[in-house]
Each structure stands twice: as structure tokens, then as C-alpha cells.
């Protein structure tokens, strides 16, 4: 009994964190498996994202289908990522020093240069998004979307991932995620987007929302390049910054490809 408790206690610590959803106490004693079991997180998010594009969409129109996808992952995240987009903004746009980026990100107010990005983020996202459920099979992206800003953040487990001054998460999370363990999930996001594209429309679509996940993996690497060297690490708000400029990423690269497969 007490190794399936141990055993549950990671993804109960992901979905403490990372979601809104009551766990039981187990789930919010320790945060050493938030960032292993975040991209499992990110398939039971995609999935309730994808539905809810998919009924809205037949039900009113694609563009309602994709807000109202974005509208359900915000609140079952209670907008942690959209905020911490928000604060990496604001810490990174305007041209400061380390300490006073930092001090800018730890704030609870959001500066014009975050309000810009959060506003932009979310129509390119709810554009992308219904782009693609205006098709016949555009559910697939919405949800490998969601699983790879998931599998973005994980990354910044990996040992020698460099955390910020400051940052209580960072250091928590730090070195939690072996190698292995972030190949062996990303090699089932590609098969999993692979399969329910190519079962969707076909092998063309596979190849492209593939390509698209690997797309996103840059981008969410490029901010947390940009970070660390400004930052001197990711923190906590870089991580939901890398997972909304991944899961972005993703949709408007297939949305874009979504015409020719």
C-alpha cells in the first residue's frame, strides 16, 4: 500500500501545483514531481481543451470552439501560465538589470510590456486554434499543443538547468527530471500526435503536427535561453512563459501547414 502511495505521489504533486483540481494532502507535501509528471498533466488538459474546441465549434462557430478551449485550460490552471508569460515579459522587455528584472517578475501587477504579450499570445492562439478546428481534424493540434508546453517545462528539470536568484520553485524542481525520463516522454508525445493526426486526416498531417511539437520545443528553448542570460536561470514564471510560447508555437505552425496536408 505504501509504494502505490509513493508512487502516486508525484503526479498528485503535479496536479497540485499545475492545476486547480483538489488532490488529496499527499499532493501538495513536496513539489519533486511536478516537473516529471507535467507532461502527463498536459494529456489530461489537452484532452478536456480538445473536446471543448470540438463542441464548441460544431455548436456555434470554430473561433468560439478555440476561446472556449483557452477559456477551460485557463481556469483549470487558474492562469499560472498566462501570468508567469506575463511577468517574464515584463522582466525581460524593457532594458534593466538582473536584480531589477527579478524584482519586476516577483511583483503581483502586470507592466504594459506583459499586458502586449498576454493580449497578442492569446488572439495568435485563439486564431490558430480555430484555423484548425474549422477543419476536420484540427483536435489533434489543440491537444499536442497543451502536452508540449507541458513537456517544455519539464525540461527545465534536467540536471545543470541553472535557476535564478530568488526563485523558490526553480530551486525545488531543480535536477528533478533525468534525461531518460524527458526522452522516454517525449518520444510518446511525437507518437501520440503522430497517431491521432494521421487517424484524423492522414499521414501528411502526422509528419506536419510532428514538426510543429518540435517547433514548439525550440521556441519554448529560445525563451529559456533568453532568460538564463538575463536571469542568470529560469524561476517559476519562466517556466509558464516557455509552456505558453511552446503550446503558441505548435498551433500556429500547424495552422499554417493545415492547408497544404
Same mark, same amino acid.
Given at each position: 500500500m505504501s509504494d502505490r502511495r509513493s508512487w502516486w505521489a508525484g503526479p498528485l504533486e503535479s496536479?497540485?501545483?499545475? #492545476?486547480a483540481v483538489r488532490v488529496p494532502a499527499a499532493g501538495t507535501t513536496s513539489t519533486r514531481g511536478v516537473l516529471p509528471w507535467a507532461p502527463l498533466?498536459?494529456?489530461a488538459l489537452g484532452g478536456v481543451a480538445a473536446g471543448t474546441g470540438v463542441l464548441g465549434a460544431h455548436l456555434v @462557430? +470554430?473561433? #468560439?470552439? @478555440?476561446v472556449g478551449a483557452l477559456a477551460v485550460l485557463a481556469a483549470l490552471t487558474r492562469a499560472l501560465h498566462l501570468d508567469g508569460l506575463a511577468d517574464t515579459a515584463d522582466g525581460l522587455g524593457p532594458l534593466r538589470g538582473r536584480e531589477r528584472a527579478l524584482q519586476v517578475m516577483h511583483?503581483?501587477?502586470?507592466?504594459?510590456?506583459?499586458?502586449?504579450?498576454?493580449?497578442?499570445t492569446l488572439l495568435l492562439q485563439a486564431s490558430a486554434g480555430a484555423a484548425l478546428?474549422?477543419?476536420?481534424?484540427?483536435? +489533434?493540434?489543440?491537444?499536442t499543443?497543451?502536452?508540449?508546453?507541458?513537456? @517544455?517545462?519539464a525540461r527545465t528539470g534536467l +540536471?545543470? #538547468? +541553472?535557476?535564478?536568484?530568488g526563485s523558490s520553485l526553480g530551486r525545488a524542481v531543480a535536477g528533478t527530471v533525468s534525461r531518460p525520463w524527458l526522452a522516454g516522454w517525449t518520444a510518446l508525445t511525437a507518437a501520440l500526435a503522430a497517431t491521432t493526426a494521421w487517424?484524423? #486526416?492522414g499521414p501528411a498531417a502526422a509528419a506536419v503536427l510532428v514538426g510543429a511539437a518540435a517547433a514548439g520545443l525550440l521556441a519554448a528553448e529560445a525563451v529559456r535561453a533568453r532568460a538564463s542570460a538575463r536571469l542568470g536561470g529560469v524561476t517559476g514564471d519562466v517556466m509558464g512563459a516557455m509552456g505558453e510560447a511552446a503550446a503558441t508555437v505548435v498551433l500556429l505552425v500547424a495552422a499554417a501547414c493545415a492547408g497544404i496536408v
Open positions: 496536479v497540485a501545483l499545475l #492545476t498533466v498536459g494529456l @462557430s +470554430p473561433l #468560439t470552439g @478555440s511583483q503581483g501587477d502586470v507592466g504594459p510590456f506583459g499586458v502586449v504579450t498576454l493580449v497578442l478546428l474549422a477543419g476536420d481534424g484540427g483536435w +489533434p493540434a489543440l491537444w499543443a497543451v502536452v508540449v508546453a507541458r513537456l @517544455s517545462m +540536471p545543470g #538547468t +541553472p535557476t535564478a536568484e487517424l484524423s #486526416t
